[in-house]
């Protein structure tokens, strides 16, 4: 039958199970789509999401393995009253929403940034295990998404982005990222932005004309000799 065919006459949807996008601050990476459910697909389409910075798998995995990240995240210095505001008038929040609030409902979005693991930085290991420590916040989860210059597996599910190149260690923009910075998914385009903060503070998503690589030099050589 059908149901249980490898190879099947009809599609089970209308999605491919991996898509390759594109960006300002890299050249491509890859969104694991079969990890993915239809209406996260849906969800994830056009949201802006707040960056979690991290320089290696061991950080991001201290912050995941904990029961506090909730609070973890709400503290965030980056996450300042106008960022805040500007995320409420984002998604129609009601005005005196709080960030915990914000975090529950899917209102606040987060990107956790795990880089420095591409192929000839750290031989490209398999971030499973953050992605599924990622998955016992079931309400973070929901809203939020994975990047890295790593990869992952078949087994991983969840909004996951790898292969990201160029990797950290050849200088690419992912290496320039910081908590506090803010990226739009527009998966109808296949593409994850970079966008610029003021315009944002200021009602608009304007996607920045490339990684800040001149600001931030001396930050992404030392991330490059980590």
Partial sequence: PQERS??????????SGTDILRGNFFSSCT???????????????????LVRYYEN???????????????????????????????????????????????DRGTLAFAFIIAGQGPRAFGM?????????LRHHGVIERSSIMITDGRYSGVT??????????EVFEGGGIGTLMSGDLLWMRLD???IDLIDREAFLSGLIEPLPGAPFHERQALLQRRQAA
Avoid: W
Avoid at 6 to 15: A, F, G, H, K, S
């Fill in 6 to 15: 490898v190879i099947r006459l009809q599609p089970i949807r209308d999605i």
């Fill in 157 to 166: 599910k969840g909004a996951c982005v790898g292969h990201m190149v160029p």
């Fill in 125 to 133: 290991p398999e971030m499973f295990a953050p992605s599924q420590y």
């Fill in 31 to 49: 969104l694991k789509v079969s990890g993915m459910s239809t209406e996260s697909y849906k969800r994830f389409d056009g949201r802006v999401f």
């Fill in 57 to 103: 798998e061991t950080r991001c995995i201290e912050d995941l393995r904990s029961a506090n990240l909730v609070d973890t995240l709400r503290a965030m210095p980056e996450l300042t009253p106008d960022i805040l505001a500007a995320f409420r008038r984002l998604n129609g929040a009601p005005e005196n929403e709080d960030a915990l609030t914000m975090i």
């Fill in 189 to 191: 385009q296949r593409r």
